[in-house]
Every structure is written in C-alpha cells, then in structure tokens.
C-alpha cells in the first residue's frame, strides 16, 4: 500500500498515511485536529524522476524498472 503525504490546511502540519490507490484523492483527517481540511502532497515515490511529467509508471507496462537506470529496459529480464 503506497504511502501519501497530506498537509492540514488548518494546522499547517504534515503527516504520512497509508491509503489504498483508490484513497488517495478522498479527505485524509488531520490527526492532530481531527479536521478534514487536507490537500495531498506529492508523494516522495512520484516526484522521484525529477524533470519529467508524472504518470510514466502507470503506463507501459514495465517499460522501465528500479534496477535499471535507463529510461527503457525492454532488454531488462525483471
Ligand atoms: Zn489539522
């Protein structure tokens, strides 16, 4: 389960959360106020390419993978 970051608008505090994919985007109460007046972070795991668009691990079916550092390991084996 992917882990999310939020940030309560009220308190202005961060927190992490783990949530489903399906979660992600639905009102994460704040637990330090209990309010649910929170804006979903971008998550440490999709800003990591930095300088590229997000959504290129959601598509293509394993056209690149964590071991490889190139942009395509169609040769790649995992
Ligand atoms: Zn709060």
């Given at each position: 389960m992917p882990l999310?970051?939020?940030r309560?608008?009220?308190?202005r505090i961060k927190f992490d959360l783990l949530r489903s994919f399906a979660d992600a985007?639905?009102?994460a109460?704040?637990?330090?106020c209990g309010g649910q007046d929170t804006k979903r972070e971008l998550s440490?795991?999709?800003a990591m390419r930095s300088g590229g668009g997000e959504g290129a691990e959601?598509?293509?079916g394993g056209s690149s993978c964590?071991?490889?550092s190139s942009s395509n390991?169609?040769?790649c084996s995992r």
């Open positions: 999310y970051e939020y309560c608008e009220a308190c985007d639905a009102p109460r704040c637990p330090q440490r795991v999709v959601s598509a293509g964590a071991g490889c390991c169609a040769n």
